[in-house]
């Protein structure tokens, strides 16, 4: 089992930044992809953006340029550095964490086993 605790979220004006973090404890020594989803209100959670065990990243086209994924060294901690925020990117947004190969696309939230409980991002204009 994995436990994921995010942190970070908060109200920001347009343009400003944000940074979200994605902490993971349990079953972290197995090879695992951390990722990103937000969900907007009356909108389905949709991907933001995935860093894969290999540390390769890959991110939805509407925050590629803005946001930016890394990782600590431990690979315990996943950071979603936001910029240039829009309101349009106010959601709920929740990490997610996948253990071994993606059997599917890792846009795909059916994919993740694990969920963090979320954290609020407002964005005013």
């Known amino acids: 089992q994995v436990q994921l605790v995010e942190s970070g979220g908060g109200l920001v004006q347009a343009g400003g930044s944000l940074r979200l973090s994605c902490t993971a404890s349990?079953?972290?020594?197995?090879?695992?992809?951390m990722a990103w989803f937000r969900q907007g209100p009356g909108k389905e959670r949709e991907f933001v953006a995935t860093?894969?065990?290999?540390?390769?990243?890959d991110y939805a086209d509407s925050v590629k340029g803005r946001f930016t994924l890394s990782r600590d060294n431990a690979k315990t901690t996943v950071i979603l550095q936001m910029s240039s925020l829009k309101p349009e990117d106010t959601a709920v947004y929740y990490c997610?964490?996948?253990?071994?190969?993606?059997?599917?696309?890792?846009?795909?939230?059916?994919?993740?086993?694990?969920w963090g409980q979320g954290t609020q991002v407002t964005v005013s204009s």
């Open positions: 349990g079953r972290t020594g197995s090879s695992y992809s």
């Open positions: 997610a964490a996948h253990l071994g190969l993606f059997g599917g696309s890792w846009r795909r939230r059916g994919e993740y086993e694990y």
């Open positions: 860093m894969w065990w290999t540390g390769g990243t």
